[in-house]
């Protein structure tokens, strides 16, 4: 489409710039888990050891920073460990991506390149509102990875029914994967998450300390790791 064709292809590397430190650190193992986001680390876990079509896509949502990037990440590593094929990107980079390859020519190594992988993992997908091209391309791809028995993964800030623009095809495919919600850690695992972010930089904290920013910093878990990195 026109707003498509619009946006800079200038991205190289799809998904967010990442730090050397964050890149080992964004793990299955180094998730911190509560009830909150118990079932989308199981469900993680699952795919990353099993590669269970039964529950594709899967769909993970919740607020900005409550670690739905760490968790696709996370089933990268432990793939890619396994040399398994597995490509992660940003939906913005999808879409950045798709139309390269249309005004290339290269259409068919885009689509070759994403429904012949065994896991698809797709963060951001609300930046597919409004944008017709990149949502069907998403829907032919899952399609095409369930014919295979191949997962695909997204997430999104935005639940399924607020993502009712990307079309019912998409969304009702979405649907018949498994759906899960990660909300706001609790207080006591906003300290777990410190206590750990504290020991991957090997940091010496306080319980009075962590009480206290556990306490005080409710917002998201990104937001807890930034008092620790500053």
């Known amino acids: 489409t026109a707003n498509e064709v619009a946006l800079s292809d200038t991205t190289k590397n799809p998904g967010r710039p990442q730090t050397t430190l964050n890149k080992r650190l964004l793990s299955l193992e180094s998730f911190v888990s509560g009830p909150e986001s118990l ?11 099993q590669l269970n079509p ?21 089933i990268k590593r432990a ?8 490509h992660m990107l940003a939906a913005e980079s999808f879409t950045n ?15 070759e390149k994403y429904r012949s992988c065994d ?42 029914k607020s993502l009712s ?7 009702s495919r979405i649907e018949a994967g498994l ?6 850690p609790s207080t006591k695992v906003r300290k777990k998450i410190l ?16 009480s206290y920013l556990a306490e005080n910093i409710q917002t998201n878990i990104r937001a807890l790791e930034g008092v620790i990195h500053h």
């Open 97 to 111: 991506e798709l139309v390269s390859a249309i005004r290339g020519g290269g259409g068919e190594m885009f689509r």
């Open 39 to 49: 079932l989308a680390h199981a469900a993680s876990q699952a795919v990353s050891e």
């Open 54 to 74: 039964a529950q594709s896509p899967l769909f993970i949502y919740g607020d900005v920073g409550l670690g739905k990037t760490h968790l696709l990440s996370g």
């Open 119 to 160: 896991i698809l993992l797709v963060d951001d997908i609300h930046f597919f509102l409004g944008k017709k091209s990149s949502t069907e391309e998403l829907t032919h791809t899952i399609d095409e990875m369930h014919e295979r028995n191949r997962q695909v993964v997204l997430s999104s800030n935005l639940s399924l």
């Open 165 to 171: 623009g990307l079309g019912r095809r998409l969304c």
């Open 179 to 184: 759906v899960v919600q990660i909300t706001k």
């Open 195 to 210: 206590r750990s972010k504290a020991s991957d930089r090997s940091l010496a904290i306080s319980d009075d300390v962590v």
């Open 79 to 86: 793939c890619t460990a396994k040399a398994v094929n597995v």
